[in-house]
């Protein structure tokens, strides 16, 4: 939730700022991108089982390559451009989420974040162990990572439903809780959903994520470092046999989180900057700014950039742009699957069985059962105007995998992630053909399922709670 600033402006309105308003208007209703993630997958859906079915899986396959023939080049379908290059910037920003929230946020201190910490590991590890009850020595044992995850998006948008009824304290708990939950799936991909290592790439990329940690520790600032530095890192990762996605989160946890002045410095330096500005030149409404005035402008520019920390000002640019575009069309290319396959058969097969029962009941069980340990030890606090009933509609909707679910989905059932040979990539993704792997189809539509029922349980148990009372919004608020 972006805070409102109470200063009127004037600034001549233009046509374009009524369309931008419109937008941000809609942008800024909180739920709204989990609105855009379900239309998408709605749309997915629809085209998977309509006439142009082959269509869309066609355009999906569609080779896409980058570079130079005989030089360096990536080939990929452009389904893995979605997967393995547009999630590699939701990564990170979850990376920048994680390092905010560790150094400034609800995990910068044991107490706070014994809580969500504990809750994550609970809703990680017996959804993991639920599915491998299922599918123990079979070869889709390697899905074991499927039910882990929770997707934020959706989760908040169904609290944003329930209005009053959910104190804003949980909201911040449920959202701590999904970027420990982000932090175990990078881990988990990073580890386990790795075919083979090239060192000598690893060995680079490592290099230039050192040399990016040291500009921002002698106090470079520039995004086009980062944005440039961070490119060349996934493209070393592309080639290493780890997940590219890993190296988002790896850059950004190197963008600093400090400032360059405090709040008494700035407002010194910007006061005496406009007054010299006034004093500059004549001031009004149809003069330009004389070569003076334009210099203190831009003098007034690099105090706002030293006011504001890097990782901030990239998660404040990015955040719209993942929640509003990457999310929806990753949720739109992967989200589709032919409805025609489901049957009694498949939805009791151990994949879906295992997927769906590890994200309804083993989220539920897992958050809850943390949850209370970690009270009743004393190692935590309920969050405040909460009750346990708040806690278990909260457990239940962390039941809501979804995009997060999807994602290892595709690499569990994928096939290998090897990009060295030949310098062009073959695709990690697809074994078969988009939408041939029977291991995928099941997946999704056990993901769907299962999010689809833990939304409803865990509205249905909300509901049922009273409205809050004397529970103040707070001005900003961290959810991916």
């Not at 639920?130 to 390697?142: D, E, T």
């Not at 239940?396 to 096939?415: N, Q």
Request: charged share 10%.
């Amino acid at each position: 939730m972006k805070a409102s600033v109470p200063v009127s402006k004037p600034v001549q309105p233009m046509p374009v700022d009524a369309v931008r308003r419109a937008f941000q208007r809609f942008t800024e209703i909180e739920g709204f991108s989990g609105i855009l993630l379900m239309a998408a997958t709605l749309a997915a859906l629809v085209l998977a089982n309509s006439p142009w079915a082959s269509s869309y899986f066609a355009v999906l396959g569609q080779e896409f390559t980058i570079g130079f023939d005989h030089l360096l080049s990536i080939s990929q379908p452009i389904l893995v451009w979605i997967n393995d290059g547009l999630m590699a910037i939701f990564f990170f920003v979850v990376g920048l989420e994680i390092k905010r929230e560790l150094l400034i946020g609800e995990l910068s201190s044991f107490r706070r974040a014994s809580l969500p910490i504990m809750a994550a590991i609970g809703g990680m590890t017996v959804p993991a162990l639920i599915y491998l009850v299922f599918n123990a020595g079979k070869p889709s044992a390697s899905g074991w990572g499927i039910p882990m995850a929770t997707d934020i998006a959706f989760a908040l948008g169904v609290l944003s439903l329930l209005g009053r009824r959910v104190p804003v304290a949980l909201k911040v708990f449920l959202t701590a809780l999904a970027i420990v939950d982000d932090l175990g799936a990078v881990l988990v991909i990073a580890f386990f959903y790795t075919s083979r290592i090239v060192w000598i790439d690893i060995a680079f990329a490592a290099a230039l994520l050192a040399l990016l940690a040291l500009y921002g520790w002698l106090g470079g600032r520039r995004l086009v470092v980062y944005a440039v530095g961070g490119f060349v890192v996934w493209v070393a990762f592309v080639f290493s046999g780890v997940h590219a996605t890993v190296a988002g989160v790896l850059v950004a946890l190197t963008v600093p989180v400090r400032t360059r002045i405090d709040a008494q410095g700035f407002v010194a330096w910007t006061t005496a900057l406009v007054d010299h500005f006034v004093k500059s030149g004549e001031v009004g409404a149809n003069t330009l700014m004389n070569s003076e005035q334009r210099a203190t402008v831009r003098e007034i520019e690099i105090a706002c950039e030293h006011i504001e920390t890097p990782l901030h000002r990239i998660e404040y640019m990015l955040h719209p742009w993942v929640a509003f575009v990457i999310m929806p069309i990753f949720a739109f290319a992967n989200a589709g699957v032919p409805l025609n396959t489901v049957s009694a058969a498949t939805l009791t097969a151990p994949v879906s069985l295992g997927i769906f029962c590890g994200l309804v009941f083993g989220k539920m069980i897992g958050i809850s059962l943390a949850s209370f340990i970690a009270v009743r030890a004393g190692l935590a606090a309920l969050p405040r105007n909460t009750t346990w009933r708040h806690m278990w509609g909260v457990a239940w909707l962390g039941g809501m995998g979804f995009t997060m679910s999807l994602f290892i989905s595709s690499l569990a059932f994928g096939g290998g992630h090897d990009a060295h040979a030949s310098l062009k990539l073959a695709s990690p993704i697809l074994r078969s053909g988009i939408g041939a792997d029977a291991y995928q189809d099941l997946a999704k539509i056990a993901i769907l399922l299962a999010s689809l029922v833990a939304a409803l349980v865990g509205t249905l148990v909300l509901r049922r709670l009273p409205v809050t009372t004397g529970d103040e919004e707070p001005g900003a608020a961290g959810a991916h």
